[in-house]
């Protein structure tokens, strides 16, 4: 028989969503819990991430990925907290029981009052854009870069093309030009970036890389290693246009094409996700359709700020630790939050209304002059919106105590103005 | 395994039997040949055994409802399933037993199962039965309404190709036949009355008799042995695998309508995700596995056709296979035979269902070389395969805990997506694989939903320490295919890396 332990809280990932949460929970005096993580060491992907601009909001300074990482590191020692690491969660089941294996101990079963996930997001990979063409050597995801040049000190590339614009992507331009190596291009199949404007300016025109905006790769070429790539610039249904093709010699094609939320472990304990963000649907404590459950960060929704992500641990560790008290968590009136008109995702999906809410949002589209209406007493207005930039707005717990009893629908749209 | 290095013209050895070509054929062959006494070399031109076609396979093993009776490609497939099974004990490896069921969506296709069910018991395959369509939604509950009527047959199963070469192969060379990997045939010569020198790029053997299983290259083998006019029809067939989330839309290998420009072939892997098959073009070359926006579209619609519920984003990649059928047998047959100039010659000029047909191929080779002179005696003592790689993921948990006692590796996953270990990782180096796709294929690193981005540096790592090489001689496939090119400025061998 596997030995089973009891556990008030399991936290699974120690990225900054999994710490915040670790911390937090602590904090509150929970001090039976554990944090699983697969990696050798804590911080999860800020570890690769060692250009700065982390931090800001949090810490009102600029720091690196590690180094954010360390500050949530060092609080979680100081507490004493237990970080399982080399350790890799197998399943979750409904009821809360969880099986983790590692080297160092094996198999092992928790039952676990609240777990809360913080797993992160992977790559979208090659395969599953179907970007035609051979399969030879020096196809990577931006991620997979960064992790063999900043963590394994190699070079992956020496004249490299980025496909998409995204974070990742646009900073690994940067990073690629500072090793020497040449990038061509970055190829963006959207009108915009997909990236945050800042990274644009200071990773791709800082150093001269052209960013192609409606632009994708038709075609890989190469047998062993890749040896070129063919770019075509596509019409707004994002159809290939006729005799624009060029082609650009090149040894490395970079994916930078999109995040999805990893939530392989939640389906298995019969989370329900949401089809927009990839993650659980949530209420207002970020616990999911599993009562006890939780999700944080990136395994919830893909964020662009490493800051919100900490302020989601935090919440989902509030959530776990009102659940293990056995605080009702609102349950008694549901309100549905509806992405409607112009809004592709938000987050939480059902709230309470008995308290504070913070919806994070993204607009379908870029947007000029808009206002934001959240149901029928709540506007705020932007100056400009980008879906590339998450919006992030906080909602007084008065706005839904003036909404009548009745109102079971909250639906978020914006209209430019 | 024979590690693949040198290129000088060296004198490799003499055999009896050179089997040009270790794909699924050349290596069923092979394995067959090793339990006779003799000598016997498998060259491949490949890094790998399975690196050509055998590995872009659907990895079905059919029955031959599909090849014309009285075909050699019918005759050499009747018992296929059976015979997969008992190689699967015998080899410890997996075959996955789904079942198939050829639907019928229209009226008038249910004749075409009719004559289905015909063509396959008149070459010799039984177990047939037609069924409705309450059946069919029982057995499988979100093929299209449209599906009136089935032909079912319980037997056939899936495998994983790559897998299975390696196995046949690492079987064959554990019983004395020597491998030479990474060598292309670049001359063929009769030296006298009785042998031939085959020069390959990695040197020269020679050898008495010389089978020609080089799939799409057998036309050049067979020029090279003076049959110039061997030539072969090609067709790229364009196949996606889907994310193991849905693998629940389908139970049995379904099987739709046939033309020259599709099978339509939705089934289980034997790993649990979903494949889906077959567009057809006409490809630019052999080496042309290229995938076109429009080969995965029109593949897609294949597929939604007979699940409509299918979704194109659970898709986590495409590729592509070449197929080839020759200009001696007519209908798309197979042509086995002696070849006509070159004496103690054997062509195997296979084709679909290459990997179905594969166990009974190796008996006819064997039987020609018979007839050919070669004496087959066996040996006393043939080994048995020692036990396949152990897999973590797909073990109860009982077998895990005594897995991770035997050896605490088993603990420490390496790839998140398909849950596989350390100890995994390293026992298929340690048993010859030697580049990222070798362990992609025999351990399943790399191959699920993130397709590698996760664990791609770990294998990396695994591979130029195990090996004893440096990373930036690690690669994908083989010569030239290096994953990556060099150290970062404070990188190196003893910098950033040793962390």
Same mark, same amino acid.
């Given at each position: 028989m596997l030995k089973r332990s009891k556990l008030d809280i399991a936290i699974i990932g120690s990225g900054p969503a999994g710490l915040a949460a670790a911390v937090e929970a602590d904090r509150r005096g929970v001090k039976n819990l554990v944090v699983f993580e697969? +990696?050798?060491?804590?911080?999860g992907i800020l570890r690769q991430c060692i250009h700065n601009g982390f @931090?800001?909001?949090?810490?009102?300074e600029e720091l690196t990925g590690p180094e954010y990482a360390n500050r949530y590191i060092k609080m979680a020692e100081s507490a004493g907290i237990d970080i399982e690491l080399n $350790?890799?969660?197998l399943e979750i089941e409904k009821d809360r029981t969880l099986t983790s294996v590692s080297e160092h101990s094996g198999l092992r079963k928790y039952e676990c009052k609240s777990i809360i996930l913080a797993m992160g997001c992977r790559e979208r990979p090659r395969g599953a854009l179907g970007i035609p063409g051979t399969r030879p050597a020096?196809?990577?995801t931006a991620g997979h870069a960064q992790r063999l040049i900043?963590?394994?000190?190699?070079?992956?590339?020496?004249k490299v093309v980025i496909l998409g614009s995204g974070d990742i992507g646009l900073i690994m331009a940067r990073r690629l030009t500072l090793e020497g190596?040449?990038?061509?291009a970055v190829a963006e199949i959207?009108?915009?970036?997909? @990236?945050?404007i800042r990274n644009v300016v200071q990773c791709l025109n800082d150093y001269e890389i052209p960013l192609l905006l409606s632009h994708t790769v038709a075609e890989i070429h190469g047998d062993?290693?890749?040896e070129g790539v063919t770019l075509v610039k596509v019409d707004t249904d994002w159809n290939p246009i006729k005799r624009t093709e060029q082609y650009v010699e090149c040894d490395t094609l970079l994916l930078s094409v999109g995040l999805i939320p990893e939530n392989e472990l939640s389906k298995q304990a019969g989370v329900l996700i949401d089809p927009k963000t990839g993650g659980p649907y949530v209420n207002d404590c970020l616990e $999911?359709?599993?009562?006890g459950i939780f999700s944080c960060g990136n395994v919830l929704h893909v964020n662009d700020l490493v800051d919100n992500v900490s302020n989601e641990g935090e919440l989902a560790a509030t959530g776990a630790y009102e659940r293990i008290k056995g605080?009702?968590? @609102?349950?008694e009136r549901i309100m549905e939050v509806e992405a409607d008109e112009g809004v592709g995702q938000v987050v939480?999906?059902?709230?309470?209304? +008995?308290r504070e809410t913070i919806f994070y949002l993204r607009v379908k589209k870029p947007m000029g002059k808009m206002v934001l209406r959240v149901g029928e007493n709540f506007e705020k207005k932007f100056s400009y919106a980008r879906p590339s930039e998450m919006i992030r707005l906080k909602i007084p717990k008065k706005i839904f105590s003036q909404?009548?009893?009745?109102?079971s629908k909250l639906q978020i749209r914006c209209e430019e103005r | 395994m024979a590690k693949a290095q040198s290129v000088s013209p060296a004198f490799l050895g003499e055999c009896d039997v050179v089997i040009i070509g270790a794909g699924i054929i050349g290596a069923m062959i092979a394995r067959e040949l090793s339990k006779l006494k003799g000598k016997f070399a498998l060259i491949e031109k490949?890094?790998?055994?399975?690196?050509?076609v055998s590995k872009a396979s659907l990895s079905q093993i059919h029955l031959?409802? #599909?090849?014309? &009776?009285?075909?050699l490609k019918g005759k050499l497939s009747a018992n296929a399933p059976q015979r997969f099974k008992k190689l699967a004990r015998e080899l410890d490896l997996h075959y996955r037993e789904v079942g198939e069921i050829w639907l019928a969506?229209?009226?008038?296709?249910i004749e075409n199962l009719w004559e289905a069910k015909k063509r396959g018991e008149s070459n010799g395959a039984r177990g047939y039965e037609i069924i409705g369509p309450e059946k069919i939604r029982q057995l499988?509950?979100? *093929?299209?309404?449209?599906?009136?009527?089935g032909l079912y047959a319980k037997e056939p199963g899936v495998l994983y190709t790559p897998e299975w070469t390696f196995a046949l192969t690492e079987n064959a060379v554990q019983n004395g036949v020597s491998l030479y990997l990474g060598a292309a045939v670049t001359g063929i010569d009769?030296?006298?009355?009785h042998y031939y020198k085959v020069t390959t790029t990695r040197g020269q053997i020679r050898a008495r008799y010389v089978i020609n299983?080089?799939?799409?290259y057998s036309d050049e083998i067979a020029a090279l042995l003076g049959d110039a006019d061997i030539h072969l029809e090609l067709r790229k067939g364009t196949m996606l695998i889907f994310d193991?989330? *849905?693998?629940?839309? *389908?139970?049995h290998m379904l099987f739709g309508t046939f033309s020259e420009k599709h099978s339509q072939d939705i089934a289980p892997t034997a790993h649990g995700n979903l494949i889906l098959g077959v567009h057809y073009v006409k490809p630019?070359?052999?080496?042309?596995?290229s995938v076109s926006r429009e080969n995965i579209e029109e593949t897609f619609k294949l597929g939604k056709e007979l699940v409509?519920?299918?979704?194109?984003?659970?898709?986590i990649t495409s590729f592509s296979g070449i197929l080839c059928t020759n200009?001696? %047998?007519?209908?798309g047959d197979f042509y086995i035979a002696p070849s006509e100039h070159a004496p103690r010659a054997i062509h *195997?000029?296979?084709?679909?269902?290459g990997l179905t047909a594969a166990p009974g191929i190796a008996d006819m080779v064997i039987r020609l070389l018979v007839e050919q002179g070669l004496k087959a005696e066996e040996k006393k003592v043939f080994h048995t395969r020692k036990?396949?790689?152990?897999? #973590?993921?797909? %073990?109860?948990l009982s077998k895990k805990e005594k897995m991770i006692a035997s050896?605490?590796?088993?603990?420490? &996953?390496?790839?998140?997506c398909e849950q596989v270990t350390e100890a995994e990782v390293i026992n298929a180096i340690k048993r010859g694989v030697d580049t990222m796709d070798g362990v992609k294929h025999l351990?399943?690193?790399?191959?699920?939903?993130?397709?590698?981005?996760?664990c791609g540096s770990s294998v990396l790592k695994y591979l130029a320490n195990t090996l004893g090489i440096?990373?930036?001689?690690?690669t994908k496939k083989g010569?030239?295919?290096?994953h990556i090119v060099g150290y970062t400025k404070q990188g190196g061998e003893s910098g950033a890396g040793e962390c």
């Open positions: 697969r +990696d050798e060491l804590p911080g @931090g800001l909001e949090k810490f009102k $350790t890799t969660v020096g196809i990577f900043n963590i394994e000190g190699y070079m992956p590339g020496e190596a040449e990038v061509v959207l009108p915009y970036s997909s @990236g945050l062993k290693r890749v $999911t359709s599993v009562e605080k009702t968590l @609102g349950r939480p999906q059902k709230i309470s209304g +008995d909404m009548g009893p009745s109102v | 490949e890094a790998f055994p399975g690196f050509g031959p409802d #599909f090849c014309p &009776i009285g075909s969506l229209k009226q008038e296709h499988e509950p979100y *093929v299209t309404k449209k599906a009136i009527a009769k030296e006298d009355d299983a080089a799939g799409l193991k989330s *849905v693998s629940s839309l *389908v139970r630019r070359n052999k080496k042309d596995t409509p519920a299918l979704r194109e984003k659970d898709m200009n001696k %047998a007519s209908d *195997v000029l296979a084709g679909a269902p036990e396949s790689f152990p897999r #973590f993921e797909s %073990a109860p050896n605490p590796k088993y603990g420490h &996953i390496v790839c998140r351990t399943r690193a790399g191959m699920g939903r993130c397709q590698g981005s996760f440096p990373a930036t001689k690690v010569a030239g295919s290096h």
